[in-house]
C-alpha cells in the first residue's frame, strides 16, 4: 500500500496536515522533535564519557613492584 505513494501524494498528505494542525502547532512541534533529539544525542555523549572514565578509573597499574622504584 506504501509503496505506491509518490510526490503528489506525499504533497497531498502534508497539505492535509498543515489544515488540520496549523502552521503554528506544526513549527512548535517540529522544534521540541529538535530539543529532543539535541538531548538525546547530549545523553549518549556523557554516558560514553562516563563509560570512559570508569574503565580508565579501573585500568591498574601492572608495571612489577621491583620495576616502580627504577623510575
Known amino acids: 500500500m506504501l509503496n505506491n505513494i ?3 501524494g506525499l504533497l497531498l498528505i ?3 496536515v498543515l489544515v488540520l494542525f496549523g502552521r503554528g502547532k506544526i ?5 521540541e522533535v529538535g530539543k529532543g533529539i539535541t538531548s538525546f544525542k ?3 555523549n556523557e554516558g560514553s564519557a562516563e563509560l570512559e572514565q570508569e574503565a580508565s578509573e579501573v585500568a ?3 608495571t612489577p613492584e621491583a ?4 623510575a
Open 42 to 44: 547530549k545523553g549518549v
Open 67 to 70: 620495576d616502580k622504584d627504577k
Open 14 to 16: 502534508a497539505v492535509v
Open 27 to 31: 513549527s512548535s512541534l517540529m522544534g
Open 6 to 8: 509518490g510526490l503528489p
Open 60 to 62: 591498574k597499574d601492572v
